[in-house]
């Protein structure tokens, strides 16, 4: 049976969903489709907060996350924390297609990696060099840290664990809410056999401590599809985020027949109850092709299509 393809993605990345529009236009599949438009974004560095070059952790490593899910199979390969390779996304299909396994993380992600020919390379540029400069020049601020005292003969740590320090020092500047647009592309696609996919790159949270691992790699929480409903993908903190598997959420609110912007509002909303000051977004896209998004903690989110008698086109939501 042939359908119509569509393909919907986090952000203005329409570079992405272009690469995923022609591949689902060429009947090419979900799973390929979002393979090489996270790739897409990993070579461009969407926004600085894909790929290569961006959100310095602490040391001033960019690390990378990425997932791949198959909503036929619900199958997952995903990397977390993925050092020195810059391409997460077909990483994270490697471990689909090559693995029982679902999530490799960190050193020995790479080395995965490297076993199946991928190439070792520096994530480091100038660019962010100098992100991580300004921010040890700014006392390194905002960090993620709670509940200990900043050592002050290292203002940049390492951190003595003076737990009864707690209050004065990391006040509580929310690190997300100081920090600007963070924009990891989540993408779910359908393909001309109906076949569905989703998945997600990032390189995380800017000045995160060292093996920091955000939501976008886990399962439920950065995407999610299920073939017979629909997909969704998440963007924003994912500190938080990803406790409250929002993702699997919207999933299953369409599975009991909810229009995808009411899925997504609806478990932002349930990550809003506890957390006023959470800031994300997220896109979802059913098995018939309606899509939608929500969002919280910014003004508005646009979110990019491709599908359904039209090319590429970016939406803009009004967000809570
Ligand atoms: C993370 N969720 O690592 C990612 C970052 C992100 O938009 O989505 N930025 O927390």
Same mark, same amino acid.
């Given at each position: ?11 203005? $990345? ?7 529009? =022609?591949?689902?236009?060429?009947? #090419? ?41 198959? #909503? ?15 391409? @997460?996304?077909? *990483?994270?299909?490697? *471990?689909?297609?090559?693995?029982? !396994? ?26 962010? &060099? ?10 390194? =601020? ?11 003969? =290292?203002?940049?740590?390492? %951190? ?9 020092? =990391? ?5 997300? @809410?100081?920090?600007?647009? !963070? ?15 989703? #998945? ?11 093996? &920091? *691992? ?9 995407? %999610? ?8 993908? @998440? ?7 990803? &406790? +409250?598997?929002?993702? $699997? $959420? ?22 809003? @109850?506890?957390?006023?000051? +959470? *800031? ?22 646009? %979110? ?8 590429? &086109? ?7």
């Amino acid at each position: 049976v042939m359908t119509s393809p569509l393909v919907v993605n986090t952000w203005p $990345f329409t570079n992405a969903t272009e690469t995923a529009w =022609q591949i689902l236009s060429a009947s #090419g599949s979900a799973l390929d489709a979002v393979e090489m438009g996270c790739t897409t974004c990993e070579k461009l560095q969407c926004d600085g907060t894909v790929g290569f070059g961006g959100s310095p952790d602490e040391n001033g490593e960019t690390t990378l996350d990425a997932m791949i899910m198959d #909503g036929d199979t619900q199958n997952v390969g995903a990397v977390g924390c993925l050092r020195r390779v810059k391409s @997460a996304a077909s *990483v994270a299909r490697a *471990v689909l297609e090559h693995t029982r !396994h679902t999530l490799l993380v960190g050193e020995l992600a790479t080395q995965f990696a490297l076993q199946l020919g991928f190439k070792e390379e520096t994530l480091e540029t100038d660019h962010s &060099r100098q992100l991580h400069q300004q921010w040890r020049d700014n006392n390194c =601020q905002p960090n993620f840290w709670m509940n200990v005292k900043p050592d002050p003969a =290292q203002s940049c740590g390492p %951190y003595s664990r003076d737990w009864a320090a707690a209050a004065a020092a =990391q006040a509580s500047t929310p690190s997300w @809410a100081s920090a600007k647009a !963070h924009d990891t592309i989540g993408m779910v696609a359908i393909d001309s056999q109906g076949k569905m996919a989703a #998945g997600t790159s990032t390189n995380g949270a800017i000045h995160k401590i060292p093996g &920091r *691992v955000g939501d976008s790699p886990v399962p439920g929480a950065g995407a %999610y599809v299920d073939g017979a409903v629909g997909g969704a993908a @998440a963007t924003g903190d994912g500190d938080v985020m990803m &406790r +409250f598997l929002p993702s $699997f $959420f919207a999933v299953e609110a369409m599975r009991s027949g909810a229009e995808p912007a009411e899925a997504c509002r609806s478990a932002l909303a349930r990550i809003v @109850a506890r957390h006023p000051e +959470f *800031v994300g977004a997220m896109v979802a896209l059913t098995k018939d092709g309606k899509h939608g998004a929500a969002c919280h903690g910014i003004d508005s989110f646009p %979110y990019s299509v491709a599908g359904g008698g039209e090319g590429v &086109r970016v939406i803009n939501v009004s967000c809570e």
